[in-house]
């Protein structure tokens, strides 16, 4: 059965702080990993990484795949309080989600 | 980018009714939609794949006959929670994934809607 686990489940940290977000899974026919951001609503999707060493970037946010090791991170800097939110990673074809880290940034 | 529409947002019943919520792709063809459901504080857990045209599969667990998921056309799925009770309260969300599709950034979400069964 397909898995996806993500670590640590929550994380409170100051403005300006660094975070590494951890998602380690285990796929029978592995195609890509996800990454979302939850607020409120639905999750918005930030990254798709289907290749192992190379870093995706998007403004503060980054994220690598390591597909040896079956795990990804994703990296915040110099966080913002609109950070705040619960993190998701996926795997298709179903997009079987992980448990999520929920961030919060305090000013 | 794609955009998938659910409704309602946000629905309050009484137990023993059923509800429905509707989950439209509004400018493409979503030949496969996925429902989930989301506890306060937990991740989503996918309940149901829906092909167009063909029954959905279901995720172990999950009661079909309760959650009845009709695809019956591209740009439609319905999810209806029947015979509601209490437990059934939770945030639901489709996402869609076009003819394109393989995978993912082809996946869309809808917004959600939040049932509460009194």
């Known amino acids: 059965e397909d898995k996806v686990v993500q670590s640590p489940l929550s994380l409170v940290v100051h403005e300006g702080d660094t975070v590494t977000l951890n998602c380690s899974y285990e796929?029978?026919?592995?195609?890509?990993l996800l990454w979302y951001k939850q607020e409120k609503k639905a999750p918005t999707f930030l990254f798709m990484l289907?290749?192992?060493?190379i870093e995706k970037k998007s403004g503060r946010l980054s994220s690598i795949l390591d597909k040896k090791e079956l795990f990804s991170i994703l990296n915040i800097t110099a966080t913002q309080t609109g950070d705040s939110a619960v993190y998701l990673c996926?795997?298709?074809?179903?997009?079987?989600f992980g448990t999520g880290t929920r961030l919060q940034v305090f000013p | 980018g794609a955009v998938v529409s659910q409704h309602p947002s946000r629905v309050i019943c009484k137990s023993g009714t059923s509800v429905k919520i509707e989950c439209r792709s509004l400018d493409f063809q979503a030949t496969t939609m996925f429902w989930y459901r989301q506890f306060p504080k937990q991740s989503l857990m996918l309940m149901a794949t829906?092909?167009?045209?063909?029954?959905?599969?279901?995720e172990q667990g999950v009661e079909k006959d309760k959650f009845l998921i009709n695809h019956a056309s591209l740009t439609l799925s319905t999810l209806t929670v029947t015979s509601a009770h209490p437990e059934d309260s939770s945030f639901y969300i489709c996402s869609a994934r076009g003819r394109r599709g393989g995978v993912t950034g082809e996946l869309f979400f809808g917004e959600g809607s939040r049932l509460t069964v009194l």
């Open positions: 796929v029978t026919n592995f195609r890509s």
């Open positions: 829906s092909n167009e045209g063909s029954k959905a599969t279901y």
């Open positions: 996926a795997v298709p074809d179903k997009l079987i």
């Open positions: 289907t290749s192992s060493g």
